[in-house]
C-alpha cells in the first residue's frame, strides 16, 4: 500500500471517528477499498444538474461543516461513469495548510444509500481551477 493510499484510510478513520455521531445513514468507509472512491478531482466528467441530489448533499456538508468548524466552498456536481451522480466540495479547517486541498464527496451507493468522503491534504487542484476547463 503506497503512502497516499495510507494517509487516506487514515484520514478517514479519523473522520469516522471524530464525526461519526453526525454521519447520516451508516455509511461504512472502511468497508470499501479506496479504489471503491470516486476520482477526488472530477477528471473530465460532465458537470450535472439535480437540484433534489445537490440539496441533499449540501445540507448534509452543512451540518458536518458547523458541527466541526469547517468552511466549505462552492460545490460541484457531475456525473461520473461508474458512480453516477458526484457532489464534491472543497472545504478548509480551522490553522489548516492552503498548500494541500480539503474536499467533501457524496455518491450513492448501487442500495441507494448515500456515502460520504472527507478528505484532508489531497494534492489536487481546487475545484475552482476545475470548473474552468
Known amino acids: 500500500m503506497n503512502i497516499t ?4 484510510i487514515i484520514i478517514i478513520a479519523a473522520f469516522n471517528f471524530l464525526l461519526h455521531p453526525c454521519l447520516a445513514e451508516g455509511t461504512s468507509y472502511m468497508a470499501h477499498d479506496i479504489e471503491g472512491l470516486p476520482p477526488y478531482a ?8 439535480d437540484p433534489v441530489f445537490a440539496a441533499e448533499c449540501a445540507a448534509k456538508a452543512r451540518d458536518i461543516a458547523d458541527k466541526n468548524h ?9 456525473r461520473n461513469s461508474k458512480f453516477g451522480l458526484v457532489w464534491r466540495a472543497d472545504f478548509d479547517v480551522p490553522d489548516g495548510v492552503e498548500e494541500y486541498v480539503n474536499r467533501v464527496m457524496f455518491w450513492k451507493w448501487p442500495d441507494g444509500r448515500l456515502a460520504t468522503f472527507f478528505g484532508s491534504n489531497l494534492d489536487v487542484p481546487p475545484l475552482e481551477r476545475q470548473r474552468d476547463k
Do not use: C, N, S, W
Open 5 to 8: 493510499k495510507t494517509r487516506v
Open 42 to 49: 472530477d477528471d473530465g466528467e460532465d458537470f450535472a444538474d
Open 70 to 78: 469547517l468552511k466549505l466552498h462552492k460545490p460541484l456536481l457531475t
